[in-house]
């Protein structure tokens, strides 16, 4: 009986420490917005709309709304690791979701036949593990276009970011003049963006033809 005894007190501890553990460990709230699927739905846009990745609409986070048009279970991602999902969801329902709504720091205009080694979207708050937990050390979990995710560490973000301008410069280089201009909701980070929005009139913004 005694021993029984103490195996509750412990669990009882243990339950304690783990909630004031989860407090500190998820500031924003335990999410699964997770970076893996939403570099999968990024690739299966893509094969709707000729290779392109979301654009065309008034800012990049808006862009990155057209996820959830295309595929409407995407919708709780959109909020990030710091934004409710139920808050972005419904800012998406109502039409108002856009910066202030979007958890992902997003660069749009992309193709899948760009450099896979370049970031296409990012956490807006830092240092959060892939559940929203708090992580010291780390900037931000990148997703890539190629596919894959990342955690680049606060030591290694300024290379990170040089690289990333290095990766956009021959990008945008490339571009034919009627291609989607690359737009960037993270100035603080890329710098100011060069190209005008270019919201496309008439038909579906992400259909345009490499």
């Not at 783990?18 to 999410?31: D, E, I, K, M, N």
């Not at 039409?95 to 956490?123: I, K, N, Q, R, S």
Request: with cysteine; proline share 6%; net charge negative.
């Amino acid at each position: 009986m005694q021993l029984l005894l103490l195996l509750v007190a412990a669990v009882a501890v243990l339950a304690v420490v783990g909630r004031l553990g989860h407090r500190y460990l998820f500031p924003y709230g335990y999410t699964h917005a997770c970076s893996k699927y939403l570099a999968i739905s990024f690739r299966l846009y893509a094969n709707d709309h000729g290779g392109w990745f979301p654009h065309g609409e008034s800012s990049p986070e808006a862009s990155l709304g057209l996820l959830a048009k295309h595929d409407p279970t995407t919708v709780y991602l959109l909020g990030g690791k710091h934004i409710p999902s139920s808050v972005a969801a419904q800012a998406f329902t109502n039409g108002t979701f856009g910066p202030e709504m979007c958890g992902w720091h997003y660069v749009e205009g992309l193709h899948v036949d760009d450099d896979p080694d370049v970031a296409v979207a990012w956490d807006k708050v830092t240092g959060l593990g892939h559940n929203g937990e708090r992580r010291r050390g780390f900037m931000h979990e990148v997703v890539f276009l190629g596919g894959y995710t990342e955690f680049i560490t606060k030591s290694a973000w300024t290379e990170f970011v040089n690289k990333q301008k290095e990766k956009l410069e021959r990008v945008i280089a490339s571009r034919c003049t009627n291609d989607p201009p690359i737009q960037w909701s993270d100035e603080a980070t890329l710098g100011p963006n060069r190209f005008a929005p270019q919201t496309v009139i008439g038909h579906h913004p992400s259909t345009t033809a490499q």
